[in-house]
């Protein structure tokens, strides 16, 4: 069972910095993507950008030049540095990892994929 958990979130001033962090947990599994949403009250989740284990990154346009999402693949972690942060950013951000987990099935190693999130981590911006 892999589980993500994210940490970070809180209050920032508009035009300020926040570094959000999600770090994977489980036993023998590999990750393909990384990657942060975030759900504003009324209003559907979304991508804010993400991180591919190819080295490619993608980016919400409202996140582009303000945002950075960066990976630790050794510690299984993604971070989000939020810079510039106005209140339209105001949301919970949730973490979202996928990829593949082993596991021994009757003595037969299996390979299944999983797709998880994490549980949020709220910002708020302040004017």
């Known amino acids: 069972q892999v589980q993500v958990v994210e940490s970070g979130g809180g209050l920032v001033q508009a035009g300020g910095s926040l570094r959000l962090s999600c770090e994977a947990s489980?036993?023998?599994?590999?990750?393909?993507?990384m990657g942060w949403y975030r759900q504003a009250p009324g209003k559907q989740r979304e991508l804010v950008a993400s991180?591919?284990?190819?080295?490619?990154?993608n980016y919400a346009d409202s996140a582009k030049g303000r945002f950075t999402i960066s990976r630790d693949n050794r510690e299984n972690t993604v971070y989000l540095q939020m810079d510039n942060v106005k209140p339209a950013d105001a949301a919970v951000y949730y973490c979202?990892?996928?990829?593949?987990?082993?596991?021994?099935?009757?003595?037969?190693?299996?390979?299944?994929?999983?797709?998880?999130w994490g549980q949020g981590t709220l910002v708020t911006v302040s004017a």
């Open positions: 991180s591919a284990s190819d080295g490619n990154t």
């Open positions: 489980g036993d023998d599994f590999t990750i393909n993507t």
């Open positions: 979202n990892a996928d990829g593949w987990v082993s596991r021994i099935d009757y003595g037969i190693p299996v390979v299944d994929e999983f797709n998880v």
